[in-house]
C-alpha cells in the first residue's frame, strides 16, 4: 500500500521567517518523492524531488527537503518566507507497482505568509 | 522547450451534455497522465497513456474516456456530465525514459476549469 500525510492542512507564517510543511509516506517499494506548489488557477509546478541520490534535496526559490527514512518523512522547508510563496504545496509519493508507476498525491497544505 | 499546454481553459457546460478536453504534452514526452482536482477530493488521479495505450486507471465512472494519438498528443471525454464533475483538470507528461513503470517527473500543464451547471 501507498500513502502521504501531510501534517498540516493551512500553515501560516509570517514574511521572513522560516517555512516548515510537514509529509509522511508509506510505500512498499523503494520511492520518490516529489513537492509541487500550485497558485491559484494555475497548474502545478515541480519544487524538487527526491531519488535516492542524496537525502537532502535543494529545489526551486529557495525551498529544500530532507528525506529521512527511519521517519518515513519528506517535510519542506525555507528559511525565510517570502509574500510570493504563499501557495498550496502538494507532497507527492511515486513507486513502481504491478510494472505500473503508482503516484498517490497529499492533500495539501495552504500556505499563507503575513506580511 | 515548451511546456504542457491544455486547452480550452475554461469551459461551462450544462448537465447531461458531453465535453473533450485537450492536451498537448512537452515535446518528446510519451506518457500523459490525467487528474481531476476539486475541494473535496483534491487530487485524484484518472488515467494514464503511454504510447496509445491506457496503461493505468483511476477510480472513475466509465463516462471518463480518453485517448492518445501517435505525437502523444491527449484527449479526455467526460460524457453525460453531472454537477459533481465540475473541476479542474490537470494533464501531465513525463518522458518514460525507462518505459511505463519508470518514476520520471511528472510535469503539469495549467488545466481546464470545467463548470457544469
Known amino acids: 500500500a501507498q500513502s502521504v500525510t501531510q501534517l498540516d492542512s493551512h500553515v501560516s507564517v509570517s514574511e521572513g521567517t522560516p517555512v516548515l510543511l510537514r509529509c509522511n509516506y508509506s510505500s512498499s517499494y523503494s520511492p520518490s518523492l516529489f513537492w509541487y506548489v500550485q497558485h491559484p488557477n494555475k497548474g502545478l509546478q515541480l519544487l524538487l524531488k527526491y531519488t535516492s541520490a542524496a537525502t537532502l534535496v535543494k529545489g526551486i526559490n529557495g525551498f529544500e527537503a530532507e528525506f529521512k527514512k527511519s521517519e518515513t518523512s519528506f517535510h519542506l522547508t525555507k528559511p525565510s518566507a517570502h509574500m510570493s510563496d504563499a501557495a498550496e504545496y502538494f507532497c507527492v509519493v511515486s513507486a513502481h507497482s504491478g510494472g505500473y508507476q503508482k503516484v498517490t498525491f497529499g492533500i495539501g497544505t495552504k500556505l499563507q505568509v503575513i506580511p | 522547450k515548451a511546456g504542457v499546454t491544455q486547452t480550452p481553459r475554461y469551459l461551462i457546460k450544462t448537465r447531461g451534455q458531453q465535453v473533450t478536453l485537450s492536451c498537448s504534452p512537452i515535446s518528446g514526452h510519451r506518457s500523459v497522465s490525467w487528474y481531476q482536482q476539486t475541494p473535496g477530493q483534491g487530487l485524484q488521479f484518472l488515467f494514464e497513456y503511454f504510447s496509445e495505450t491506457q496503461r493505468n486507471k483511476g477510480n472513475f465512472p466509465g463516462r471518463f474516456s480518453g485517448r492518445q494519438f501517435s505525437n502523444s498528443r491527449s484527449e479526455m471525454n467526460v460524457s453525460t456530465l453531472e454537477l459533481g464533475d465540475s473541476a479542474l483538470y490537470l494533464c501531465?507528461?513525463?518522458?518514460?525514459?525507462?518505459?511505463?513503470?519508470?518514476?520520471?517527473?511528472?510535469?503539469f500543464g495549467p488545466g481546464t476549469r470545467l463548470t457544469v451547471l
Open positions: 501531465a507528461s513525463r518522458g518514460l525514459a525507462g518505459g511505463p513503470a519508470s518514476t520520471d517527473t511528472q510535469y
